[in-house]
C-alpha cells in the first residue's frame, strides 16, 4: 500500500471514530473529510460510508440533499452512470443496497427499471464527483409493474448514499 492508500485508510479510520463518538461529524450536512478527500481526488471510496439511523416517522416524499456538489458532467435521463451507493431501512437501519459488495463499480442507464425509481428520480442534475443523500418513501421504491419485496412496508422509508463517479453521455448537443 502506498502512502496515498496509507492516507486514505487514516482518513477513513478517523472517520469512523469520529462517526461512533459523535453520532456522526458536522451534523451530517457534509461529506465525511475522508469521503471529500477521496471524491475531489476524483476517486472513489474505499468502503461504504455510515448512514445514522434517523427516528421517527420517515418524510412521504422524496428528499434529496447534496453533500457534495460535483464539478464534472452532469447526469441525464438516458445517460450510463457509475455510482457507488449504500442504502439502509428507516425503520431498522438493516442493509438494502450496497454497491461496494459487488467487484465493479455498477453502471446504470438512467430512466431504465434496473434501479429503484427514487434514484432514477433523485440522480439527474448530479454531477460527476458529487454525492447525495437521499430518502426513497415507500411510493418510490419500485415501479408500479413490479412485485412489492415483503419486507418493506408503507411506513419503511430507505436512506441511500450515492456517489457519482462517472458518467456516460448517451445523448450529444
Request: a positive charge; one cysteine or more; charged letters at 20%.
Given at each position: 500500500?502506498?502512502?496515498?492508500?496509507?492516507?486514505?485508510?487514516?482518513l477513513?479510520?478517523?472517520?469512523?471514530?469520529?462517526?461512533?463518538?459523535?453520532?456522526?461529524?458536522?451534523g451530517?450536512?457534509?461529506?465525511?473529510?475522508?469521503?471529500a478527500?477521496?471524491?475531489?481526488?476524483?476517486?472513489?471510496?474505499?468502503?461504504?460510508?455510515?448512514?445514522?439511523?434517523?427516528?421517527?416517522?420517515?418524510?412521504?416524499?422524496?428528499?434529496?440533499?447534496?453533500l457534495?456538489?460535483?464539478?464534472?458532467l452532469?447526469?441525464?435521463?438516458?445517460?450510463?452512470?457509475?455510482?457507488q451507493?449504500?442504502?439502509?431501512?428507516?425503520?431498522?437501519?438493516?442493509?438494502?443496497?450496497n454497491?461496494?459488495?459487488?467487484?465493479?463499480?455498477?453502471?446504470?442507464?438512467?430512466?431504465?427499471?434496473?434501479?429503484l425509481?427514487?434514484?432514477?428520480?433523485?440522480?439527474?442534475?448530479?454531477?460527476?464527483?458529487?454525492?447525495?443523500?437521499?430518502?426513497?418513501p415507500?411510493?418510490?421504491?419500485?415501479?408500479p409493474?413490479?412485485?412489492?419485496r415483503?419486507?418493506?412496508g408503507?411506513?419503511?422509508?430507505?436512506?441511500?448514499?450515492?456517489?457519482?463517479?462517472?458518467?456516460?453521455?448517451?445523448?450529444?448537443?
Amino acid at each position: 500500500m502506498g502512502l496515498r492508500g496509507w492516507a486514505i485508510g487514516l482518513l477513513a479510520a478517523g472517520t469512523a471514530l469520529c462517526v461512533l463518538a459523535a453520532g456522526g461529524c458536522g451534523g451530517g450536512d457534509s461529506p465525511t473529510p475522508a469521503e471529500a478527500h477521496v471524491l475531489a481526488e476524483g476517486g472513489i471510496l474505499a468502503t461504504r460510508p455510515e448512514i445514522p439511523l434517523p427516528k421517527g416517522l420517515p418524510p412521504k416524499k422524496l428528499v434529496v440533499r447534496d453533500l457534495q456538489k460535483g464539478t464534472g458532467l452532469e447526469a441525464q435521463k438516458g445517460d450510463e452512470v457509475k455510482i457507488q451507493y449504500y442504502g439502509i431501512v428507516w425503520g431498522n437501519g438493516s442493509e438494502h443496497a450496497n454497491s461496494w459488495s459487488y467487484e465493479h463499480i455498477p453502471v446504470f442507464e438512467l430512466g431504465s427499471h434496473r434501479i429503484l425509481r427514487g434514484l432514477n428520480l433523485a440522480i439527474p442534475g448530479m454531477r460527476e464527483g458529487g454525492s447525495r443523500e437521499l430518502i426513497v418513501p415507500y411510493n418510490l421504491y419500485y415501479y408500479p409493474t413490479e412485485e412489492k419485496r415483503r419486507e418493506l412496508g408503507p411506513l419503511d422509508a430507505l436512506i441511500y448514499r450515492v456517489y457519482l463517479v462517472k458518467v456516460y453521455k448517451q445523448h450529444q448537443g
